[in-house]
């Protein structure tokens, strides 16, 4: 995909191997698995305001896991990435489905079960701003977890033992032991994103959701942020599901990526494998919209036609064949509207969702790329 893709750097044979240690030791065991996993939400009208409609946010979401792996999950904007993780901590009831950690099912728990299980999952929220309370100083805001989880075991309802563990977890992510005693609106963004980690990190949970963590930061905080969370994964033995609109930093952060659109997974792959070959038609499109910072480099961005469908009303067969570029080329067979496509593998640990995926090469994106009209490829550019 060179000529549509144009990457500025080539993993190295050493990098594919340590991506390929990683996964032979860690997919030894699984810590979360998804099977199967739905999130419908009702469209209520009429007059008695009953249910008219659903919106499919997330359709039959299937994944796994492994313990020590940060796995990423990319796609556009309303594609249900975040309706998925909030729905696998149970922040949204799952419609159907199954979510297993440890051999666990998450969703079936209930009472004093599943505030046990709340524990070992935790989020990271987008922003920054939004996620803590302005009232209240950092020390309740971290401590409120530990306090909700209090017991005779941990007495961390005692307040000296819960601030001396507030303080210890600030320090772990970068900041001062005497900075509990501020209130939220003493920080800078990048600070309180530090917050909201030990927040989070404060239970000493085993699974973590990174919704978007960098996203509302300055470029040269997101790094920090990036590395601080790489280094916490180490010391504190943590699994992330790093949830992303920035391919880059997807690149740059994960073990394995994910590729969703309209609330189905279309491609799940090593970072390096799915940035090097794609084989779904979306994630093509998807990868040549990534910017590269050499102004020597020319490169032609594949363009997707028309809108994003409705989640409310997707399309029959394959949800992407309304704007798919491959379908397109290969004269509308209409299997792609008809059925259906199921993941199925086409390399070790590389899955893909799409009927015609042997024909996704690099001279076809690059002459679909070619054969797009100029009005196309200035609009792309100008966005």
Known sequence: MSDVLNPTTQP?????????????STRAEVLLDASHVKKHFPIMGGVLRHQIGKVYAVDDVSLQIYRGEKFGLVGESGCGKTTFGRTILRLEQATAGAVSMNGVDVLTLKGKALKKMRQRMQIIFQDPYGSLNPRMPISDIIGEGLLAQADKENAWGTRSIRDARVGDYLEAVGL??????????????????R???????????????CDEPVSALDVSIQSQILNLLSDLRSEFNLTYLFIAHNLSVVQYFCDRVGVMYLGKLVEIAATDVLYQSPQ???SVALLSAIPVPDPRVRKKRLVLRGDVPS??????GC???????????????????????????VGSGHDVACHFTEQVTAQAAQEAAQAQSIIDTVAAAED
């Open 319 to 345: 949800r992407f064949h309304t704007r798919c570029w491959l379908r397109e080329r290969l004269g509308n067979p209409p299997e792609c509207s008809e059925t259906e496509p199921l993941l199925r593998s």
């Open 176 to 193: 001062r032991r005497d900075y509990s005693r501020r209130y939220p609106h003493e920080f800078s963004g990048g600070q309180r994103q």
């Open 280 to 282: 779904h038609p979306y």
């Open 12 to 24: 190295t044979v050493q990098a594919t191997e340590a991506v390929a240690t990683m996964a032979s």
């Open 311 to 316: 989640p409310a009303n997707p399309p029959s």
């Open 195 to 209: 917050i909201g980690i030990a927040r989070a990190l404060a239970l000493a949970p085993e699974f973590v959701v």
